[in-house]
């Protein structure tokens, strides 16, 4: 079915942006009548100047379409991106006037960095956490990191990050981290360990509000899940035997209390072109999500579908590495 859903995802993709208002073709007549107007001031001849503008842009117009590829039919159009698309030649930016493949892979560094740390740092402390949580069930602890938890679960990442920069980053408070970016202007300057800790430093903050939505589920669907596998019979069974409580849980309920994480591991690919907009935009962060946003304002058809059909085949991916990965854990399952 993955040929099918990209199929359908880029046709209704490519049709719905081509038909939303405010095409790059408008974009640049509306720039061109703008300068027009800022030119011809005003003055009595303004009539013959708006006629002189209507008459630039109808004189223009037929070559703008034949310029962004707007001279064709719109389903002729998509049959020319779907077959360029083979070769990764999704065309020329409008915006940077560059390739969109190289527009892209220029923004890969920022979100790659940030979305595979923020997955290996949830995993390593969320599991542990989960399994402790769920042996210390109802205890003290328990209750006070669930609290916790809840608490940093309600609050908006754009309302965290903005809560983050004004008590430690030099607002009203604390100026213990940088406020945008992703390195000091010397930082070419460094030494290898310099330039780590310099990356560091200004990594610790937007890492948080990128963590923050899935640090609290991934922690309560780990310890539920162990919860529901220790009341099982062949939990019971293990107990029975006289195996240690530690032996019961960490050996035997663990591994099939993972399966249900493994549907977020296999996500991981989607961290290439999961860059958040609004937490780039925060920090003043490069990446993959600001792309995005700026390409939607300016109508740049040609990197918005480069970004959904690159971004629509790496999470296919992901949910078929999922799948494989459920055979990992669990061999008893059989997909057919």
């Not at 009595?44 to 503008?53: K, L, N």
């Not at 493949?101 to 890969?108: G, N, R, T």
């Not at 209750?143 to 983050?164: C, D, N, Q």
């Amino acid at each position: 079915m993955m040929v099918p859903t990209l199929f359908g995802v880029t046709i209704l993709s490519f049709v719905i942006i081509n038909l939303a208002p405010g095409s790059p073709v408008e974009q640049k007549l509306q720039q061109m009548r703008w300068s027009g107007a800022m030119g011809s001031g005003a003055s009595a001849a303004g009539g013959s100047s708006r006629m002189g503008e209507a008459k630039v842009s109808a004189e223009v117009l037929e070559a703008l379409n034949k310029q962004y590829g707007f001279d064709k039919p719109l389903l002729t159009r998509y049959a020319i991106w779907l077959k360029n698309i083979v070769t990764l030649d999704f065309g020329t930016s409008f915006t940077y006037d560059e390739p969109v493949i190289d527009v892209i892979v220029s923004k890969f560094p920022v979100s790659i960095q940030f979305g595979v740390l923020s997955l290996i740092l949830t995993y390593i402390v969320c599991i542990p956490l989960g399994i402790t949580k769920a042996i210390k069930n109802n205890s003290f602890f328990d209750a006070t990191s669930s609290f916790f938890l809840f608490i940093i679960y309600s609050i908006p990442p754009l309302m965290l990050g903005v809560l983050l920069m004004v008590f430690f980053a030099g607002g009203s408070y604390f100026n213990w981290f940088p406020i945008a970016g992703i390195s000091s202007e010397n930082y070419d300057l460094l030494t290898f360990m310099g330039k780590v800790i310099d990356r560091a430093h200004h990594f610790i903050l937007p890492l948080i509000c990128y963590m923050v939505n899935s640090f609290t589920v991934l922690t309560m669907l780990m310890k539920n899940t162990l919860l529901d596998e220790v009341k099982l019979d062949y939990v019971r069974t293990a107990r029975a035997k006289g195996l240690d409580e530690k032996v019961v849980v960490l050996k035997h309920a663990l591994r099939n209390a993972l399966i249900p994480l493994v549907t977020g591991i296999g996500g991981f690919l989607g961290i290439f072109l999961g860059g958040s907009m609004i937490i780039e935009t925060l920090f003043s962060l490069d990446g993959i999500g600001l792309l995005g946003y700026k390409s939607a304002l300016s109508r740049d058809y040609n990197v918005l579908m480069a970004l959904i059909f690159i971004s629509s085949l790496v999470s296919l991916l992901g949910r078929l590495i999922s799948d494989l990965l459920y055979l990992v854990v669990d061999p008893r399952i059989d997909f057919n």
